[in-house]
């Protein structure tokens, strides 16, 4: 760990320059221009002293965070393949019932439908990829082709099917997470 590229990091976010820091913890500029390079190493009383200025701890200072994982592939995705219904579904966020969306790829075998949903909170978009789907919202159908988006607002029974004799893909986005 370099202890003097997080202090500069602390430092610049508090707005603070060198000698603005090194006055309030009673240190000379030079000093703190050192300990950002990494040339000079303080005591843990010293340590403790910036920190305070700067807002934190040496518990918060000294803890590793892992990084958030922004893109993800072929390994993190979860599938469920419905042999019985004849859709299979990509999760293509892991844990995305953790967030406030859940986006899915559904594929659709001719014939094929999803799961009937019951009415539940939030809302529900989707981009025809491939193929053409039929969306049955209640007792209404709606025919969406490759290039077509829809809108559900899930406050009647729901599915998609695909009447056709050629496989569809639907890119699916779920608020909150129903999946």
Excluded at 21 to 38: H, M, P, Q, V
Aim: hydrophobic share 35%; glycine share 6%; charged share 25%.
């Amino acid at each position: 760990m370099q202890i003097g590229q997080k202090i500069k990091f602390l430092r610049q976010q508090n707005m603070l320059t060198q000698e603005e820091l090194a006055d309030r913890c009673e240190l000379s500029k030079g000093f703190i221009s050192l300990l950002e390079r990494d040339m000079t190493s303080p005591s843990i009383a010293t340590l403790k002293d910036i920190l305070e200025t700067l807002g934190t701890d040496l518990a918060s200072f000294f803890t590793e965070t892992e990084d958030e994982k922004v893109v993800f592939g072929d390994e993190d995705y979860a599938v469920k393949d419905d042999t019985e219904l004849g859709n299979k579904v990509c999760w293509l966020i892991p844990n995305a019932q953790k967030n406030e969306m859940e986006p899915i790829m559904v594929t659709l075998e001719p014939g094929g439908k999803t799961y009937p949903d019951n009415p539940h909170e939030g809302e529900e978009i989707g981009y025809v990829l491939e193929g053409t789907v039929v969306i049955t919202v209640g007792s209404q159908k709606y025919t969406a082709r490759k290039g077509q988006s829809f809108l559900i607002r899930p406050d009647k029974p729901h599915f998609i099917s695909n009447n056709s004799k050629h496989r569809a893909r639907i890119f699916w986005v779920s608020t909150p997470p129903s999946f």
